[in-house]
Structures are given as C-alpha cells and as structure tokens.
C-alpha cells in the first residue's frame, strides 16, 4: 500500500466531513449516547479492522471516543485509512454516535 498524496488526501478528506488532517494521520472524535454503545462501536470498528488488517488508535473517554488513523508500514497515509474511516462512520451512525 503505497502513501497518498497530497492533492488524493485533500480529495478523500473533502469526502469524510467528520475526520480532520494532523500531520500524517487523520483524526475523528465519535460521541456515543452511552458508555456501553462506546464500547459497542469499538467492538464493532475491531472487527473491520482485523478484516481490513488495518487497526485505528482509539482512545476512550466515557462516552467519547477518539480515533486516529494512519499506516506505519507506509510512512503516512493510504488508501487504507480512507477505507476503514469510511466504515468508522457507518459504524457510527448504525449506532445513533455525533461527531
Ligand atoms: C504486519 C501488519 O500488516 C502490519 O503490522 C499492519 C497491521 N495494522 C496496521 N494498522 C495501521 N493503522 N497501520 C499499519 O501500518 C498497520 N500495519
């Protein structure tokens, strides 16, 4: 998987209204009703992340969740990370989170 560039990142970004740039990684903060709908989200974003073998960082505070993606292997950012925030946000939404 080879590192995007910029004008690619800036295209996916504008796609992802929920994710934000810092540096080589992209960042959202996903707020859940509940606690246990939190760790429901993780639950359900660890299963994409093994399918994809691609694993968010996530930090979690309560109800909040923070996520940061990004491809060590690659140095930056690839397609993959575009993916799976893709499916971050599904995920999300499945589970009535705001941003
Ligand atoms: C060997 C294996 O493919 C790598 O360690 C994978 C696993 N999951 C990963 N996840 C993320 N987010 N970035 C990586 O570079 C990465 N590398």
Excluded: C, K, Y
């Excluded at 009703?33 to 691609?54: G, K, S």
């Excluded at 993916?83 to 989170?97: E, M, Q, S, T, V």
């Amino acid at each position: 998987m080879e590192r995007l560039d910029e004008a690619s990142i800036s295209a996916r970004l504008a796609g992802l209204p929920g994710w934000r740039r810092e540096g080589d990684e992209i960042r959202r903060t996903v707020t859940a009703p509940d606690f246990r709908t939190a760790i429901a989200i993780v639950n359900d974003v660890a299963e994409q992340a093994e399918h994809l073998n691609h694993h968010p960082d996530i930090d979690i505070r309560w109800r909040e969740l923070r996520l940061a993606l990004t491809t060590h292997d690659a140095g930056g950012l690839t397609e993959l990370d575009f993916r799976l925030a893709g499916r971050i946000d599904a995920i999300a939404a499945d589970h009535g989170a705001a941003t």
